[in-house]
């Protein structure tokens, strides 16, 4: 797709956002473990990742053998720990990236518990032979370093579990602000799920209980139109976006970004609808930051950083190496095209010295099949006029509108 487009002086755009994936597959998954459903789910999202969640569960209920559940990490995760636990065998399957991505260590966790789950290929990847049975539950040890989801997963079939769970975390915990929201889903649901001190969380056994739930917009999805504002306004642009659905007090990991984006110039200022965001004085600029607990808008930050010239430290990215595509890698590829030189540190930290190189003339930046990595670089072309990008369509996955909002702020 090419994205050279004319950028008027002012942005101005009302944009609805899509509702939180992370929220709607967890509220899919707990929904699926009530022993009755009457509520419907209000503003269920509308993407690849939640359909391959409901269409796993359908499957399941529909006795199905084989479940394909995509590139969907999630319901990879929450899905072999909804079937460890619901009679019959099921081969659980994904696309060849997803047979790439690791699931170890919730397996054997899971079969810590009791459960019965073997690799068909290769040994400490999908796809998975899961023979469901009833667990006892118990106390289990899981390292908490590397995906947020397989706690999460782990969390959610609690209740379900004869003697409730206790899951003692080891090491330093990647997205912590995820597992909360996990926490705060449960006990929406009627569980009782809470820390028990830093490392340790109890989730005792019990039906859940269905209750009406809307689900709030999506933060991930926002933090593009944050950078596509910054980059305006340093273009000198003026800002004022309305993105409804947001909330102030949502816990979302992802909402940190209205914090992250104000010393880069943008405001946010809240209403009963979402959020406006407009140009402010930018000051106090953070070039060393944290992603342990929001690694989903490292891509973000990054390409804003860069386009602002400011030079940056990003930590906690670790989690990046193994999303749809190897997220660091891709960014230093990528950026490279547009003339920033970027280096990794280890498998933690991702650095920009201010080092530059001539770019590439009319770049086209390689998307890997990953939906952040085109959405990260389409407010690029603000700057870079000439750029394009590669399979577009990769949106679908998370915000399948995410052009259609974009070009409301082009003069086409």
Known sequence: MQTALNFPHKLTANITLPTSKS???????????????????????????????????????????LINIG????????????????PGETILTGSERMQQRPISVLVEALRDLGADISYIHNEGFPPLRIRGNSLRGGAIEIEASISSQYISALLMIGPCLVDGLTLHLKGTITS???????????????????????????VAHGAYEDHPLTIEGDWSGASYWYELAAIAAHCGHEVEIMLYGLTADSRQGDHVVANLFEPLGIATEYTAEGARLRN???SNINCQIDFTHCPDIAQTLAVTYCILGIPFTFEGIHSLRIKET?????????LRKLGYVLHAEGSTRLTWDG???????????????DHRMAMAFAPAAIYHKELSIEHPEVVKKSYPNFWVDFNRFAEL
């Open 23 to 65: 929220i709607s597959n967890r509220a899919l998954m707990i929904q699926a473990l009530c022993p009755e459903r009457l509520h419907t789910i209000k503003h269920l999202a509308v993407c690849d990742d939640t359909e391959h969640m409901q269409q796993g569960i359908a499957a399941k209920r529909a006795g199905a053998t």
């Open 71 to 86: 590139a969907t990490g999630t319901a990879m995760r929450f899905l072999t720990a909804y079937l460890a636990i619901n």
């Open 176 to 202: 912590r602000t995820y597992i909360d929201l996990t926490l705060d889903l449960m006990r929406h649901y009627g569980a009782k799920a809470e820390w028990s001190d830093e490392q340790t969380i109890h």
């Open 280 to 282: 402010c004085q930018p």
């Open 326 to 334: 190897d997220r660091v890698a891709a960014l230093i590829a990528e």
């Open 355 to 369: 080092k530059r190189t001539n770019p590439i003339p009319s770049p086209t930046i390689s998307t890997y099949e």
